[in-house]
């Protein structure tokens, strides 16, 4: 009888660990406008440390009302409201050039080109490659260790 107490009882905190950790698991949201003020607070009273443009994707750390506190590629945190955020997935370049190829393959032809902190739209995944497009209808794979989001 007490090994199957204990059993339920671990199996108790368990679940209760995994739905925690559930819970916890971050939100991905990307720049919905041509440009949002990211703050040092959470509130149009606090000052505007940089400016992001549409799709630039963030994490989501912290929640306090109308307000989102996110985090960067860079690691840089700061706030935004949320209703200037949206669900649609983007991933930003974090290497100073990335070749954007015709196939998920290193074999594949180059296409394109893009660069640091360009944010590109995420289409599709596929064995740790993302086909992304950028605004201007440049489109293809990217290697997923070459770009941050989701």
């Known amino acids: 009888m ?3 107490r204990y059993f339920l009882i671990a199996l108790l905190v368990g679940m209760l660990a995994l739905d925690m950790s559930t819970a916890s698991a971050q939100q991905m949201v990307s720049v919905a406008r041509e440009e949002v003020n990211v703050r040092s607070g959470p509130g149009t009273n606090y000052s505007a440390e940089w400016v992001l443009g549409r799709g630039f994707p963030l994490k989501v750390v912290g929640r306090r009302g109308d307000w989102l506190q996110v985090r960067d590629f860079e690691n840089d945190k700061g706030w935004i ?3 200037l955020t949206g669900s649609t997935p983007y991933h930003i370049v974090k290497v100073k050039i990335a070749n954007v190829r015709s196939q998920p393959s290193t074999s594949s032809r180059i296409v394109g080109k893009v660069s640091y902190g ?3 739209k995420t289409l599709e995944h596929k064995s740790g490659w993302v086909k992304v497009q950028r605004d201007g209808g440049l489109r293809g794979w990217i290697s997923r260790k070459l770009l ?3």
């Open 2 to 4: 007490f090994f199957v």
């Open 118 to 120: 360009d944010p590109v």
């Open 148 to 150: 941050w989001g989701w």
């Open 81 to 83: 409201l949320r209703q």
